[in-house]
């Protein structure tokens, strides 16, 4: 069973949230509820899924490391590195059994989603914005089922402002509304959309040619964005009738003016993540240190380093890394012009030099996610 | 501190004179980027001795000058 397929998946969800809705319109503390229905979701999903046994292993595994990194009274960078690379060390196991068959049986749901966020408390640890986290607290956080599968990729703070906070009966009566509402649009474009652009588009395309590989690259980029946009919403629908405001993972992609507005839209919870915690965390070392002569370097290094992340992130077989490799070049490309030459700066705040820097922006995105799709390599 | 905040923000947006206006959104017009809060923070640090922890820190905290000074000016 997958997260948000199935009339089976939507008619369990729905019995399992109907006393969530009841105890939100009471004006009743939802946090509890929330957590005994990612319990039974998740059992359901990952038993059906013959994942279940892994699924807790992993949970045990993150749930020691943060509670036992954050009572270590001396927190050396060393100590931190350690927990770190622990951390992902069961989702580098997953990557690599996706590369080497012999090792395929190891596989298990929205593991790239919920190391991110166990990674997350690690950082926030070790920075002190997080001191002692409460198991039931860091529970839900890691394994929160609407964003288990795929995001988005929520931040422990925010959400536990959400969850111990009870709204009242008219505020949840306005999430309730907002919610259904994102679950109905969501599903219509995240199922309905995307299936009819696969099935009518995708499907029936010849392997090979170049003209059928055009028609791919255009349909396919319809196809993720309808498709994983529709289960972001679907994902932030569920999430608000259980009182969370999940953030937000598109805002008009293809509008972008560049690349480095694309990423400001696209997978915006990825994005910001990897923006946070890795390339600012980078660069900001390195101005502080003055690694290198030239102050830009850093900025360049530091796209690197994130996008080969994001890339290897998604999967280590050759498409992802290459797709993380082509959007690092974009992104320093983009820098580079945008710093030597100003003018581009006014020039894409026209109103028709916009339109064509959007075209030109789409044709770029749409060529990585080509790539991204494994039909070139 | 005020003309100090608003010489290091014109030096990392490369703005020309009398283009930053207070509430100008530097996002927007494109003087702003990811590398450019990280730089301006650096230097909030070492010339002012101001730390903003940029986990924390929104877009729309620091979307015009006129944000960025209030909000220093209330961390100072």
């Not at chain 1, 993720?224 to 946009?229: I, Q």
């Not at chain 1, 972008?256 to 390339?279: E, G, N, P, Q």
């Not at chain 1, 992802?320 to 490799?325: H, V």
């Not at chain 2, 004179?17 to 590398?35: I, T, V, W």
């Amino acid at each position: 069973m997958t997260p948000f397929e199935g009339l089976l998946f939507f008619y369990i969800m729905g019995l399992m949230l109907l006393p969530g809705v009841i105890l939100g319109l009471l004006g009743r503390p939802l946090k509890i509820y929330g957590l005994i229905f990612t319990a039974v979701m998740l059992t359901i999903v990952f038993y059906e899924n013959g994942q279940l046994l892994l699924l807790c292993g992993f949970y045990v595994w993150q749930i020691v490391l943060c509670l036992g990194f954050s009572r270590v009274k001396n927190k050396t960078k060393t100590i931190f590195r350690a927990a770190v690379v622990l951390s992902l060390l069961p989702l580098l196991a997953v990557k690599l059994s996706a590369v080497f068959p012999e090792l395929r049986l190891l596989q298990l749901l929205g593991i790239s989603y919920m190391t991110f966020r166990a990674v997350q408390v690690l950082i926030d640890i070790y920075d002190g914005r997080t001191e002692k986290p409460r198991l039931l607290e860091l529970s839900y956080f890691l394994l929160f089922f609407p964003s288990a599968a795929a995001g988005p990729i929520d931040r422990y703070r925010r959400f536990l402002g959400d969850i111990n906070r009870t709204p009242g009966k008219e505020e949840y009566c306005e999430l309730l509304r907002r919610g259904f509402w994102r679950l109905m649009t969501g599903a219509f474009s995240g199922i309905a959309v995307s299936g009819i652009i696969w099935a009518y588009w995708l499907e029936p395309l010849p392997g090979g040619g170049f003209m059928a590989g055009l028609s791919y690259m255009y349909g396919y980029t319809l196809y993720l964005y309808f498709n994983f946009a529709g289960y972001s919403s679907m994902a932030i629908g569920t999430a608000y009738i259980l009182g969370v405001r999940l953030p937000e993972n598109f805002n008009k992609p293809f509008l972008s003016a560049d690349m480095k507005d694309f990423w400001a839209r696209w997978h915006i919870s990825l994005s910001t993540w990897l923006r946070d915690y890795v390339y600012t965390r980078f660069v900001m070392g390195s101005l502080k240190a003055k690694r290198f002569k030239n102050k830009r370097t850093a900025s360049y290094i530091g796209y690197i380093i994130t996008f080969a992340a994001m890339g290897a992130w998604h999967g280590l077989s050759p498409n992802y890394l290459i797709y993380g490799a082509y959007h690092a070049l974009l992104m320093c490309v983009n820098e580079a012009l945008d710093l030597h030459y100003k003018s581009m700066r006014k020039f894409k705040q026209g109103a028709v030099s916009r339109v064509l820097m959007a075209v030109v922006t789409f044709h770029f995105v749409s060529f990585g996610l080509l790539i991204f799709s494994g039909r070139l390599v | 501190m005020q003309t100090e905040i608003t010489e290091i923000i014109c030096g990392i947006c490369g703005a020309e004179d009398g283009e930053l206006e207070p509430d100008l959104e530097l996002f927007d017009a494109g003087l702003l980027d990811s590398f450019a809060v990280v730089q301006m923070l650096v230097e909030f640090e070492g010339r002012l001795g101001i730390s903003l922890d940029i986990e924390t820190l929104r877009r729309e905290d620091i979307s015009t000058p006129a944000k960025i000074i209030g909000l220093l000016g209330g961390v100072a």
